[in-house]
Nanobody
Framework: QLQPVESGGGLVQPGGSLRLSCAAS????????IGWFRQAPGKEREGVSC????????VYADSVKGRFTISRDSAKNTVYLQMNSLKPEDTAVYYC???????????WGQGTQVTVSS
């Protein structure tokens, strides 16, 4: 059973950077499309970015384009979300999820808190 594990969240000032990691043991993440999602208090969960598993294609929400970058490190079996120029509105719990292909994001991590505040 795939169980993604997120890490790298924390408190950062506006304009700062964080790098989130999504890892899994015993399963090769290269075989899955990986998505990053976030949910702020009182708001619905929204998609932030995703990376395909067959071709190196990526997608970003308009709100993070040019600031966030998703990438894979196959050797470390990890997917990263590099977040730069962070804004207070980026504050949320960030989740990574895995999609084996054609069936949706079935496997979710527990989330990591990102707080952007001065």
């Amino acid at each position: 059973q795939l169980q993604p594990v997120e890490s790298g969240g924390g408190l950062v000032q506006p304009g700062g950077s964080l790098r989130l990691s999504c890892a899994a043991s015993g399963v090769t993440l290269d075989n899955y499309a990986i998505g990053w999602f976030r949910q702020a208090p009182g708001k619905e969960r929204e998609g932030v970015s995703c990376i395909s598993h067959r071709r190196p294609s990526t997608v970003y929400a308009d709100s993070v384009k040019g600031r966030f970058t998703i990438s894979r490190d196959s050797a470390k079996n990890t997917v990263y979300l590099q977040m730069n120029s962070l804004k207070p509105e980026d504050t949320a719990v960030y989740y990574c999820a895995a999609n084996p292909g054609g069936v949706g994001y079935n496997y979710w991590g527990q989330g990591t808190q990102v707080t952007v505040s001065s």
